[in-house]
Each structure stands twice: as C-alpha cells, then as structure tokens.
T-cell receptor, first 110, second 112 residues
Framework: DAKTTQPTSMDCAEGRAANLPCNHS???????VYWYRQIHSQGPQYIIH???NNETNEMASLIITEDRKSSTLILPHATLRDTAVYYC???????????FGKGTRLHILP | DTGVSQDPRHKITKRGQNVTFRCDPI?????LYWYRQTLGQGPEFLTY????????KSRLLSDRFSAERPKGSFSTLEIQRTEQGDSAMYLC??????????FGPGTRLTVL
C-alpha cells in the first residue's frame, strides 16, 4: 500500500503557484520523498525528490517539514500544461519498485 | 520525451491471442521495470531487471506473463492467452542504478 496521503483533486489558476501537499507520517529515516506526475495518456514523469533538505530544480520545488512527516510540491508559475495527476511517493533510494497511490488530480484553470 | 520508447503504442487483440510488447530503455540505464496501469489507478509494479537478470516479479504477474531482457538492453513483455482483464496500459521505466526511474509513453492494450 502507498505510504502517503494526498488530496484527491485541486484547482489552481494559471500563472499562480500550485502547492500540492502530501502527508507521509510513517516515513523512515532512509526513505526519500519522490514526486512524479502523469499527464493524460502519457507515462509518469519524474519531477523531483529529496531526503530532508528542500530541493529545487527547473520544474518545481520540494519543501519537506523538519519532522519529515509531510511535504509540499510547488510549481511556481502553473500553466495549462501542468494539468496532470501528481503522485507523492516515499521509497528507499535503490528500491526496486515504486508504489503509487492515487495521487492528486491538479486542474490548472485559465 | 524521456528517452524510453515503447512499441506498439496501442494494441487491440481478441481474447485468447498472444501479444508481445517491446521497451527500449535509456541506453546507459542498467535497470528496467514493467508496470501496469488500469483506468483511474496508479501504476502497479510487475517486474524488474538489472542488466539481463530478472530480479523480482510481482504476484500480479501470472503464469501467462513472461518478460525477458536477453542482452541487458531492450526488454519484451509477452502475454499469452489474453483475457479481458488484461486490458490496461503497460508502462516501462528505466534507471541508472539506484536513481530515479524514467518512464516510457506506455502501450495501451485492449482485449476484446
């Protein structure tokens, strides 16, 4: 079973920051937080991952709370092409599989 | 485009027929994974290879399913005697060692 809890769906206005929350209260010390997204009819796309420090790349920022029990994925300037299902996953780096939950369906509104 | 390619992108077959899908991973990636995704659900792990060795198989992978990666490069997933319940998107991913997995576009299978 997935070890994360995410809202089923969210809306965000185009051009605004999209903040997607994720709870992972049972995360272990050696487990990373990964984010993937899946645009309709495509394969999942890797976004970002982190252990305990905040991370930023060209796609997004990942903010992990100090106790590591929750995190937020931030898309700084959402566009219509960011409409997708976003999956928050915890896994030990090097694990052979990803266990996906149902994710958050993000709708970017024009 | 992640660099992982899958062929075909769509396959329609009749119940009882055999089908085979191909995945070409990113060239330097030594790990290759297969997942299955049904409508409204997240992808589910089926099996993975490190180089040519198949190291784990999910209990979702019934005896009718077989996967190979003969030279540690491309992989094939075969389903024998297809059933309507096999209708799904079949996803392939690859990674370099313990790094992030990069997914292909998937093969959508419809069993009539």
């Amino acid at each position: 079973d997935a070890k994360t809890t995410q809202p089923t769906s969210m809306d965000c206005a185009e051009g605004r920051a999209a903040n997607l929350p994720c709870n992972h209260s049972t995360i272990s010390g050696n487990e990373y937080v990964y984010w993937y997204r899946q645009i309709h009819s495509q394969g999942p796309q890797y976004i970002i991952h982190g252990l305990k420090n905040n991370e930023t790349n060209e796609m997004a920022s990942l903010i992990i709370t100090e106790d590591r029990k929750s995190s937020t994925l931030i898309l700084p300037h959402a566009t219509l092409r960011d409409t997708a299902v976003y999956y928050c996953i915890v896994r030990v780096e090097g694990d052979d599989k990803i266990i996906f939950g149902k994710g958050t369906r993000l709708h970017i509104l024009p | 485009d992640t660099g992982v390619s899958q062929d075909p992108r769509h396959k329609i077959t009749k119940r009882g027929q055999n089908v085979t899908f191909r995945c070409d991973p990113i060239s330097e990636h030594n790990r290759l994974y297969w997942y299955r995704q049904t409508l409204g659900q997240g992808p589910e792990f089926l099996t993975y290879f490190q180089n040519e060795a198949q190291l784990e198989k999910s209990r979702l992978l019934s005896d009718r399913f077989s996967a190979e990666r003969p030279k540690g490069s491309f992989s094939t997933l075969e389903i024998q005697r297809t059933e309507q319940g096999d209708s799904a998107m079949y996803l392939c991913a690859s990674s370099l060692g313990q790094g992030a997995q990069y997914f292909g576009p998937g093969t959508r299978l419809t069993v009539l």
